[in-house]
């Protein structure tokens, strides 16, 4: 890993609209390259904190840096940019159902090209080809042809890092990206996560609920509670006493 952070959250702060604290004061850094896992109970913030990153979510005050620029002014095409380096992958898939699987991964090109052609699906025999590697390196390159609502919610969820993989992206944020999956394959999507972010160089930042889980994949471990950071610790530091403490109540 790289020591240049790139991410960087300074004095980050989002209130919504109805006064709900959503961040309070984030302050730390994110090495280029790192697996940082971010635990903590349902609405700790977890996902707040990763939809500011994409400006899913705007921030109400501070700075977010990526590759050490502001993003907070971003709009228009530098904002189209940054999300392209971005991926996203969520709890739910959100894959179009009823289109193939090759449609699906292909979507994660679309911003490489004109409106006009990504509703036509007028996508390159280059990206076409790198639509079967991608799925290649989630082991689903056999489902090509086949109806996003004919596979399993894990092979859901392989296509949705397959569709990730066509935006070549820096950084894939992960929300909460197993928790309808059973234990195997729950394991099959975190290695993948883990060997994108090992062979590929990818910075990975995936909420868990999961202490084991979290122990058994990060680098790093980010605790929130009422949205704010109450554990940061690289993960020979980490026990599982101080992972029970960040999901106190009280």
């Known amino acids: 890993m790289e020591a240049t952070p790139i991410i960087?959250?300074?004095n980050v702060n989002k209130i919504y609209d109805n006064g709900t604290v959503g961040l309070k004061d984030i302050n730390f850094d994110i090495p280029r390259g790192e697996f940082l896992v971010v635990v903590g109970l349902s609405g700790a913030g977890k996902s707040t904190l990763l939809r500011t990153i994409n400006r899913m979510h705007e921030i109400t005050s501070g700075e977010i840096r990526i590759e050490n620029e502001p993003?907070?002014?971003?709009?228009g095409r530098s904002l189209r940019l940054l999300r392209r380096k971005i991926g996203m992958i969520f709890q739910n898939f959100n894959l179009v159902k009823r289109s193939s699987v090759a449609k699906n991964v292909l979507a994660g090109r679309v911003s490489y090209y004109p409106t006009w052609k990504s509703i036509l699906s007028l996508f390159s025999?280059?990206?076409?080809?790198?639509?079967v590697q991608s799925l290649q390196r989630v082991s689903l390159a056999e489902k090509l042809y086949a109806r996003a609502d004919e596979l399993s919610g894990g092979q859901q969820q392989r296509v949705a890092i397959a569709r990730t993989l066509m935006q070549d992206p820096k950084i894939i944020l992960a929300d909460e990206p197993i928790a309808s999956l059973d234990p195997l394959t729950t394991k099959t999507v975190m290695d993948i996560l883990k060997r994108l972010n090992q062979?590929?160089?990818i910075t990975v930042i995936v909420n868990l609920h999961s202490v084991a889980l979290a122990r058994a994949y990060a680098d790093r471990i980010v605790g929130l509670r009422a949205g704010e950071v109450v554990y940061d610790e690289p993960i020979g530091q980490v026990t599982e006493a101080d992972l029970n403490r960040v999901y106190q109540t009280v």
């Not at 993003?71 to 709009?75: A, G, L, N, T």
């Not at 025999?125 to 790198?130: L, M």
């Open 199 to 201: 062979e590929d160089g």
């Open 125 to 131: 025999a280059a990206d076409k080809q790198k639509a």
């Open 8 to 10: 960087s959250f300074k």
């Open 71 to 75: 993003i907070s002014q971003y709009k």
